[in-house]
């Protein structure tokens, strides 16, 4: 017989949300302890809910709920430090990051790093935005136990050399080529090594790091499209 928990006051973050029932909604949440799971806020459709102001995304909020497994009941919702008040392309890119979640993150796996890292790429979404989803994104791919190596040769083992020209295999490395034909991703080593130490910042290097994140996120995804990509298209934005 599984036991019931009671989880209080736990770090979190609102992915999605959507009617449940008459009356109630169901909230795909992101904590630091628990990972990704779902709850049931009883009565949330309701005008006079205290849910409806406190459950919004990009809010970082202290939850605590009732039950095991991958649904619970929320019994408790108290709002943490400030919003990150996003806007335009900024507010477009905080919904990938959760769709990203969503699609690619397992239920009840704790990722306390990852947590954190996602906290820190909505800070920033204001200020630079494609670094900050760059970043999140080698976060993410880290998590899920696909981390890239962006520091040495997978054939040779020697370090990358920042001029050299190297071809990413996803599955096996970046590899040295002297080319800049033939298969695969062609990156060069500095590039590499900036999205290695997180400082990536020429428009070359952002297009390249860019190419090669969503050349492996697509290929987790299973070519299923991201709703936010389509959006963003449609509207005539700059994407993701």
């Known amino acids: 017989m599984r036991t019931t928990e009671r989880i209080t006051l736990i770090p979190t973050y609102v992915l999605h949300q959507y009617d449940w029932r008459e009356t109630s909604r169901l909230v795909e949440i992101f904590t630091?302890?628990?990972g990704r799971l779902g709850l049931v806020a009883r009565g949330a459709r309701r005008a006079n809910s205290p849910w409806r102001a406190v459950l919004r995304p990009f809010q970082p909020l202290l939850l605590s709920w009732v039950g095991s497994g991958e649904l619970a009941t929320l019994t408790?919702?108290?709002a943490g430090d400030g919003p990150h008040a996003l806007s335009g392309r900024a507010l477009m890119s905080g919904f990938y990051m959760n769709e990203l979640l969503l699609r690619l993150l397992p239920?009840?796996?704790?990722?306390?790093?990852?947590?954190?890292?996602?906290?820190?790429?909505?800070?920033?979404?204001?200020q630079a935005i494609a670094p900050a989803l760059r970043l999140f994104e080698k976060h993410l791919l880290t998590a899920l136990g696909y981390g890239l190596n962006l520091e040495r040769d997978a054939a040779t083992g020697q370090p990358l050399e920042t001029d050299a020209v190297y071809r990413y295999e996803p599955e096996q490395g970046p590899v040295r080529i002297l080319d800049a034909g033939g298969t695969g991703i062609n990156i060069k080593g500095g590039t590499l090594l900036a999205l290695a130490s997180g400082d990536f910042q020429q428009p070359e290097q952002l297009r390249d790091v860019r190419h090669l994140l969503r050349t492996v996120l697509d290929e987790l995804l299973g070519g299923r499209p991201l709703r936010t990509r389509e959006v963003m298209r449609a509207f005539g934005k700059t994407q993701v």
């Open 107 to 126: 239920r009840l796996d704790p990722q306390p790093e990852l947590f954190g890292q996602y906290g820190h790429a909505l800070s920033r979404l204001t």
């Open 32 to 34: 630091h302890d628990h």
């Open 76 to 78: 408790a919702a108290e």
